[in-house]
């Protein structure tokens, strides 16, 4: 069967509006950490760091610390909340919760469960960077930050794709893991590198073999892209190569999870 075909299947669609009900039965609490973090890591870095660092140099422009950090908020948002919704929480759901082995006692299949999974890690956490968007409208509104907010709405649909594509990466983990002890693995072996190397939080070094290794990070090139529309209103080649690096992971690993997860809850071999 065609691994990519059940995204669009009403299983699929069923099960993300499954997680959508539960979700907004807390939605009084669960928006309050994307709310939070955004607002305390752009007061505290953005606000307080950004004082003492002056200003930085970026695309061959000075500017303040907190215009730097704006957009590789909004990007790495879009990343970490659709990589532990895939990892933790789809984990959880899989393992202890036993939902999954409810929806495939119905219509659902495995490949749907997969997918339901996947276009609600990468829902949530579009969500979550929209919320990150209004936290920065207020800032907009403070006078302390100048981003071309015409050009937000046309950032959401490749924070979507990033996001699917990340979900990605957690389904895989999910798929792999012996037990929820070892969930602190990939946060090392896979987060942290992705993330520090991925000019979200300060610009890369000018270094030879760490150059070269960015261009293979999605991540980097979502965050550049987003920074170069939201501060200079141009389209850039970043953003392209953020929607082919992401699209490739989807390629690649959307099978790749179903396999292992069908040899997971299965048995399969």
């Known amino acids: 069967m065609n691994p990519y075909s059940p995204a669009l299947a009403w299983q699929s669609r069923a099960i993300l509006g499954r997680h959508l009900r539960v979700h907004l039965r807390n939605w009084y609490t669960v928006t309050l950490p994307p709310v939070c973090e955004p607002l305390i890591l752009l007061l505290a870095f953005g606000v307080g760091l950004g004082r003492q660092i002056g200003t ?16 590789g908020i909004l ?3 879009a990343f970490m909340s659709s990589f532990f919704q895939s990892l933790f929480a789809a984990y959880i759901r899989m393992h202890f919760q036993k939902s999954w082995e409810g929806q495939l ?12 999974e996947a276009l609600w890690a990468a829902t949530l956490a ?8 209004v936290v920065l409208a207020g ?27 990340f979900s990605a990466i957690g389904l895989y983990f999910t798929a792999i893991l012996p037990s929820i002890d070892h969930m602190t693995l ?3 072996l896979v987060i942290m590198p992705i993330g520090f190397a991925s000019s979200t939080y300060f610009p890369i070094p000018d270094l030879p073999f760490l150059s070269t290794a960015v261009q293979f990070n999605p ?6 892209g987003l920074r170069a529309l939201l501060l200079t209103g141009e389209v850039t080649g970043h953003l392209i190569t953020a929607a ?26």
């Open 56 to 71: 930085l140099s970026w695309s061959g422009q000075s500017l303040d610390y907190l215009h730097y950090l704006a957009p």
């Open 105 to 116: 006692t119905t219509q659902v299949r495995l490949e749907h469960v997969v997918w339901g």
């Open 186 to 188: 990939p946060f090392f």
């Open 126 to 133: 579009t969500a979550y960077a929209a919320l990150v968007c």
């Open 219 to 224: 991540l980097h090139h979502l965050a550049e």
């Open 139 to 165: 800032f907009g509104l403070a006078n302390t930050l100048t981003l071309h907010w015409v050009w937000v709405p046309f950032a959401i649909p490749l924070l979507f794709l990033a996001a699917l594509a």
């Open 75 to 77: 990007a790495y948002t």
């Open 244 to 269: 082919g690096l992401c699209g490739l992971l989807l390629v690649v690993l959307i099978p790749i999870d179903m396999r292992l997860l069908r040899r997971r809850v299965f048995g399969d071999r």
